[in-house]
């Protein structure tokens, strides 16, 4: 399946999936998701991150399994 083309906000998104999995060898949850891509004057929200989760899995970039807390899987 042909991966496509990330926006702005899906590849910072994609790049701290890849930073928090290659430094602990497990995914992270959403709520850890919005902590790190909030910022002092911009909070981000889990439900947010779960919106742009589905954005990366509709284009192809990730599996989501909704019955595991860390249910992302790179592809």
């Not at 992270?28 to 899995?57: F, H, M, N």
Request: glycine share 6%.
């Amino acid at each position: 399946m042909n991966k496509e083309i990330l926006t702005e906000t899906e590849k910072k998104l994609w790049i701290e999936l890849l930073k928090y999995y290659q430094d602990n060898g497990y995914m992270p949850l959403r709520i850890e998701l919005a902590r790190l891509l909030s910022t002092k004057s911009k909070k981000i929200s889990p439900q947010l991150i779960q919106y742009w989760l589905r954005g990366l899995e509709a284009k192809g970039w990730i599996e989501l399994h909704s019955l595991k807390k860390r249910g992302i899987k790179l592809v």
